[in-house]
C-alpha cells in the first residue's frame, strides 16, 4: 500500500513540474513574436461569408514578418466575447485585439479598452465616438460600392430584367447594399427592378433557400444577397439556373455556371496598416473607413455569368469609385415617391449610412 | 421477509450506525461513478486526438491552464457557469416530477426581456437602481415562471408533451421579443442593431466585490441550495418525488399532481427568467437578439449530467464552464476548431449517461447484507 501510495506522489510531483515547464514555454513561444493581433469571429472561419473574409485577411498577415494572429471562432456576443479578449490578452500576450461581431462593441470591447489601457481594440463596424476610450476603435469599408459594381455588371447580365436581394434585416447597412446594387444596375439597364425578400435575421438558412426560391419563382434571373453567409442563397441560385452576385468573400467556387461577381471586404489593407504601425511604434487611428478609393473593398473576379459588355462597364465603374465618383445623387426617390435625396452625396458622406428607405425601382417593404 | 428487505435496500437490522453507513456508501458511488465516467470519456477523447495527430497532454494541460490555472482563467470559468446554473435549475426541478422541459432558453429571453421593457420608464425616471433591479429581477422570474406554467398546464390540462411544446414555446418567445426590439420598443440611436434602451451605467449590476464574477453566480448556489432543501426535505418535495415516480399513484393518494406540475414548472421558468434578468442587468445592459446565446440548451446538458441534483448542478455547471473558458485557448494554441471542445462535451454525456446503467452495480456500494443472503 505505500509502494503505491509514493508512486502516486513521485507521479504527481514529475506531472506538476512538467506542466509549469509547458506552462513558460507556452508564454515565450508568445512573447518571441513582435506584435500579437488577437482576432475573435462570430462564426465558423469557412463560412463563405463574413467571417471568412476576415480570416483571409488573417491568414494574409500571418505571412508577415513579426507578426503572430491567435484566432478564435464561434464567439457569441455575449460576456463570451470580452472573455475571450481578456484571455487573448492575459495568457496570449496579444497587444491588439480585433473584434469582428457587431455586438461585440457595446459594452464589451469598451469595457475591455477601460480595464485594459495598454492593449489597443478596435472593432469592425463604424461605432467608435471621440466620447469612448482612445485605445479602442473602429474599422470599415463601404460595401455598397461593390454592390454597385456588381449592379453594374447584373444590369448588363440580366435577360428578365428582374433582380432578386435575399436580405436579413431592415437596417442602414442592409439597405445602403441593396439601393447602391439598384442604382449600380440601373446605369447600364435603366429597366431594371430589385425585388427584396427580408428574412428577418442574419443566419437563417432555410429561410434564405426559400427566399431565394420564391424570387427566382417570381421571374429574377439574377440573385444577391445580403446575409451572413451567403453559401445558401449562391447555391440554391445555381441549382435553379439564375445568375449570381456574392456578398462579404468570394462564393465564386460555389457557383460555376451562373457566377457574375461579388462584393468583397479587403481587410487586409487595414490590418497591414494597423501591424505596421505598432511595429513601428506609431499610435492607431481610432476610426478607418473607405470604400474603392481606399483599396478598402473588391470585386470577387468575374464568373461565367457574366457578359463581356458587363464586366467592361463594371471595370469602368470601378476606376470611377476609385476616383470618388458619387453613387447617390440629387433627386433620387424612395420607392414611396418621396424624394430623399435633397443633393448629390459623397461616397462616405455620413448621411447615408442612416438610410431607412428603399429607392424607387426596389420592389419591397422595410416595414 | 429479510431477502426482500434488503432488495430494497433497506435492511431489517437498521441502527444508526448502519444507516450512516449505508449513506457514505450511497453518495461514494454517485461520486466515484461520474469520476470514472470523466475518465473514461478523457481517454475515448485522446484517441480521437491521437488520430488528428495532437498531443492529448498538450490538450489537458491547456483544458487546466484555460479553465483553472489562473486567477484569471477561474474567474472566466466561474461567469461562464452562472447562467449555466439557473438554466440547469430549468431543467433539474420539473424532472423530479417526471417532465423533461427543454425551453429553458425560451423563459430565458421572456424573462431578459420582461426585465429590459420595465426597466425603461423606471430608468428614465430616475428610480433608485437598488429597487429597480428588484422590480427587474422580479418580472423576470414571474414571467418566465408564466411561460414555462403554461408548459405544464398543457401538459396537464391538455396532455400536450411537455418536451415538444416547451421547445416550440423558445421559438416563440425568441420571436415575441424581436417583434418588440425591432418594432416599438428598439432604441432609434442604435441603427444597425435593434435592441431595447439601454440601462446605462448607473443601471447596470455590479460584479461581486474582489471578483470578475456577477451576482447571478451567488443568486445561482443559492437557488440551487433551496432547491436541493425544497426537494429533499419537505412535503412538498415529497409530493413532487411521489408524482414524479407514478403520477396514478399519487392522484390515488389524493396528492395535487396537476397543481405541483404547474408549481415546478413555474419554479424552472422563474430559474430560466432569473437568469435572463442577469443577463441583461449584469452583461448587454439591453435586450437584443444577443439573449438568444444558447445558455438554456448547455443546461439541459448540465442538468442532466447532475442527474437533477440541485446541488450537483454546481460542480458540474462549473466543469462546464471550465471547459468553454479553455476551450479559446485551444482553439489558439493547437490550432484545432471549435467544434473540438463540442466532441469532448458529446462524448462526455454519452459516456456519462452510458454510466447510468452501472448504479447498484458494485458491492463495495451497497449496504452490507445481514448474512442470512445466501
Redesign the interface.
Known amino acids: 500500500m505505500g509502494g503505491f501510495l509514493n508512486l502516486n506522489r513521485r507521479h504527481f510531483l514529475q506531472g506538476t513540474a512538467a506542466?509549469a515547464i509547458?506552462?513558460t514555454t507556452?508564454i515565450r513561444l508568445a512573447q518571441a513574436a513582435d506584435v500579437t493581433i488577437g482576432i475573435v469571429y462570430v462564426g465558423?472561419r469557412d463560412d463563405y461569408g463574413w467571417n471568412q473574409a476576415h480570416a483571409v485577411a488573417a491568414k494574409a498577415l500571418q505571412g508577415v514578418s513579426g507578426v503572430k494572429v491567435?484566432?478564435?471562432?464561434?464567439?457569441?456576443?455575449?460576456?463570451?466575447c470580452a472573455?475571450?479578449m481578456?484571455?487573448?490578452i492575459?495568457?496570449?500576450g496579444a497587444k491588439i485585439v480585433l473584434g469582428t461581431s457587431?455586438?461585440y462593441y457595446?459594452?464589451f470591447m469598451v469595457d475591455m479598452a477601460k480595464k485594459y489601457p495598454a492593449v489597443q481594440l478596435r472593432h469592425a463596424?463604424p461605432l467608435w465616438t471621440p466620447k469612448d476610450p482612445k485605445n479602442l476603435g473602429s474599422y470599415f469599408g463601404y460595401l455598397n460600392q461593390a454592390h454597385f459594381v456588381d449592379g453594374v455588371a447584373a444590369g448588363l447580365s440580366t435577360k428578365s430584367n428582374k433582380l432578386g436581394f435575399v436580405a436579413a434585416?431592415p437596417?442602414?447597412?442592409v439597405l445602403s447594399n441593396i439601393n447602391s446594387f439598384l442604382l449600380g444596375a440601373k446605369s447600364t439597364n435603366p429597366n431594371a427592378t430589385v425585388q427584396v425578400i427580408f428574412t428577418?435575421?442574419w443566419s437563417l438558412p432555410v429561410r434564405e433557400a426559400e427566399a431565394t426560391n420564391a424570387l427566382v419563382d417570381a421571374g429574377c434571373d439574377v440573385v444577391t444577397c445580403h446575409v451572413d453567409g451567403p453559401k445558401v442563397v449562391i447555391e440554391t441560385a445555381e441549382k435553379r439556373g439564375a445568375k449570381t452576385c456574392g456578398h462579404n468573400a468570394s462564393q465564386a467556387p460555389l457557383a460555376p455556371k451562373g457566377f457574375i461577381t461579388g462584393a468583397e471586404y479587403k481587410w487586409i489593407t487595414i490590418y497591414k496598416s494597423y501591424a505596421e504601425d505598432l511595429a513601428g511604434g506609431k499610435a492607431l487611428p481610432n476610426m478607418v473607413s473607405g470604400g474603392y478609393e481606399a483599396d478598402m473593398v473588391a470585386n470577387s473576379p468575374f464568373g461565367a455569368g457574366c457578359t463581356p459588355e458587363g464586366k467592361k462597364a463594371a471595370e469602368a465603374a470601378i476606376a470611377g469609385l476609385k476616383a470618388k465618383k458619387p453613387i447617390y445623387t440629387a433627386g433620387l426617390k424612395d420607392n414611396k415617391g418621396k424624394v430623399v435625396m435633397d443633393k448629390t452625396y459623397d461616397n462616405l458622406d455620413p448621411y447615408l449610412?442612416?438610410m431607412?428607405y428603399l429607392l424607387e425601382g426596389v420592389v419591397g417593404s422595410i416595414t | 421477509m429479510a431477502e426482500i428487505a434488503n432488495q430494497l435496500g433497506t435492511p431489517l437490522a437498521g441502527t444508526r450506525m448502519n444507516d450512516l453507513s449505508i449513506r457514505v456508501r450511497r453518495s461514494a458511488e454517485y461520486i466515484a461513478i461520474p469520476l470514472f465516467a470523466l475518465a473514461v470519456s478523457a481517454v475515448l477523447f485522446s484517441f480521437f486526438l491521437l488520430a488528428l495527430g495532437k498531443s492529448p497532454a498538450d490538450f489537458f494541460q491547456l483544458v487546466i491552464r484555460g479553465g483553472f490555472g489562473t486567477a484569471f482563467s477561474l474567474q472566466n470559468t466561474l461567469q461562464r457557469s452562472a447562467p449555466l446554473i439557473l438554466t440547469a435549475l430549468a431543467v433539474a426541478v420539473p424532472a423530479r416530477i417526471g417532465l423533461v422541459i427543454i425551453g429553458g432558453e425560451g423563459a430565458l429571453v421572456m424573462g431578459g426581456f420582461a426585465a429590459a421593457a420595465l426597466a425603461i420608464p423606471m430608468v428614465v425616471g430616475h428610480w433608485p437602481p437598488l429597487l429597480t433591479w428588484l422590480i427587474m429581477a422580479i418580472a423576470a422570474a414571474l414571467v418566465g415562471g408564466i411561460w414555462i406554467g403554461i408548459v405544464g398546464y398543457l401538459r396537464h390540462a391538455r396532455g400536450v408533451n411537455e418536451t415538444i411544446s416547451s421547445l416550440l414555446m423558445t421559438y416563440i418567445g425568441i420571436a415575441i421579443m424581436n417583434f418588440f426590439v425591432e418594432g416599438a420598443l428598439r432604441d432609434l440611436t442604435n441603427p444597425n442593431k435593434p435592441s431595447t434602451m439601454p440601462l446605462g451605467d448607473d443601471y447596470m449590476l455590479g460584479k461581486m466585490p474582489g471578483t470578475d464574477v456577477h451576482w447571478g453566480l451567488a443568486v445561482g448556489i443559492i437557488l440551487a441550495i433551496l432547491l436541493q432543501i425544497l426537494l429533499a426535505r419537505t412535503t412538498f418535495g415529497f409530493a413532487v418525488r411521489v408524482a414524479g415516480g407514478n403520477a396514478r399513484a399519487a392522484l390515488a393518494q389524493g396528492l395535487p399532481v396537476g397543481k405541483l406540475i404547474v408549481i415546478c414548472c413555474m419554479i424552472a421558468g422563474a430559474c430560466a427568467g432569473l437568469a435572463g434578468f442577469f443577463e441583461v442587468a449584469a452583461i448587454q445592459g439591453r435586450a437584443n437578439a444577443s439573449l438568444v446565446a444558447g445558455y438554456g440548451f448547455t443546461g439541459i446538458l448540465v442538468a442532466f449530467l447532475a442527474r437533477h441534483n440541485p446541488i450537483a448542478i454546481i460542480p458540474v455547471a462549473i466543469m462546464f464552464g471550465g471547459i468553454v473558458a479553455s476551450g479559446g485557448l485551444i482553439q489558439r494554441r493547437m490550432d484545432l476548431p471549435d467544434a473540438t471542445v463540442l466532441v469532448l462535451q458529446g462524448l462526455t454525456f454519452v459516456v456519462l449517461l452510458t454510466s447510468e446503467t452501472l448504479y447498484g452495480r458494485f458491492k463495495i456500494f451497497q449496504p452490507p447484507t445481514t448474512g442470512d443472503r445466501t
Open positions: 506542466a509547458a506552462g507556452g465558423p491567435v484566432e478564435e471562432e464561434n464567439v457569441p456576443e455575449t460576456d463570451a472573455k475571450t481578456e484571455s487573448m492575459n495568457l496570449d457587431f455586438g457595446a459594452p463596424a434585416k437596417i442602414a447597412s428577418g435575421d449610412d442612416k431607412d
